[in-house]
């Protein structure tokens, strides 16, 4: 089944910097790529997905990138602010003409220092 | 629309005992799934169904029981319940042929944290 890893377990970033956190997948099939905060307590909320034909896709800060060659994609924030700090999951899934199972990384700490 | 409901939000259990966890959603989504949370572990599928009368398993889903006899509800059954299932468990729906106003977004539940003892 499909494996997804997700780096860095952590991520500590001052106020208005740039975070980037970033995914690997095994299956080759794997077509569809969301990203999902959770704050402390709440559940998950979509934040921004790529599908496998799209090799970037940008949501005003947010911005997701897709390499299927290498099996890896990436989430970038820009000018990160206090409520951007929350866990991240990337996921991955096979839609076969419909919705399936996603198989989440681990997760992303992202703190945001003043 | 209420969305995603799950319940109870809280519930202890002393091994072995038996429960299930209700979800129910009002979206008329045809796919709808449960995952648990465990700390640094991330979310995994334990169990998800496709449209009424039709379910499959996930990652994980020794220890759960599920059916889907309409398209609103979906709940897990935990038979025997152990100390390896104190997790929090999220349910989740989406469309499952998203057309063009509509996306594979899964719409998460608020979660049923549950500890057995």
């Known amino acids: 089944g499909e494996n997804v890893e997700q780096h860095p377990s952590t991520l500590s970033v001052q106020e208005g910097d740039s975070a980037v956190i970033k995914c690997t997948y095994s299956?080759?099939?794997?077509?569809?790529f969301p990203w999902y905060k959770q704050e402390l307590g709440k559940r998950p909320q979509l934040i921004i997905d790529?599908?496998?034909?799209?090799g970037e896709k940008k949501d005003q800060r947010i911005a997701v990138t897709l390499n299927k060659t290498a099996k890896h994609f990436s989430l970038h924030i820009t000018e990160t602010q206090p409520e951007d700090s929350a866990v991240y999951f990337c996921a991955a899934s096979i839609m076969r003409g419909g919705a399936d199972g996603l198989t989440f990384g681990k997760g992303t700490h992202l703190i945001i220092q003043p | 629309n209420a969305g995603v409901t799950q319940t109870p939000k809280f519930q202890v259990l002393k091994t072995g005992q038996s429960m299930t966890l209700q979800c129910a959603q009002d979206?008329?989504?045809?796919?709808m799934s449960w995952y648990r949370q465990d700390p640094g572990m991330g979310l995994r599928l334990i169990h998800y169904?496709?449209?009424?009368?039709?379910?499959d398993q996930g990652e994980v889903p020794n220890g759960y029981n599920v059916s889907r006899s309409t398209t609103e509800d979906f709940p897990l059954r935990l038979l025997s319940a152990a100390p390896s299932q104190t997790s929090v468990y999220f349910c989740?729906?989406?469309?499952?042929?998203?057309?063009?106003?509509?996306?594979?977004?899964?719409?998460f539940g608020p979660g049923t944290r549950l500890t057995v003892t």
């Open positions: 169904s496709v449209g009424a009368g039709i379910t």
């Open positions: 989740a729906s989406s469309y499952r042929f998203p057309t063009g106003r509509t996306s594979y977004e899964q719409y």
């Open positions: 790529i599908r496998s034909n799209v």
């Open positions: 979206m008329n989504h045809e796919y």
């Open positions: 299956d080759s099939a794997s077509n569809y």
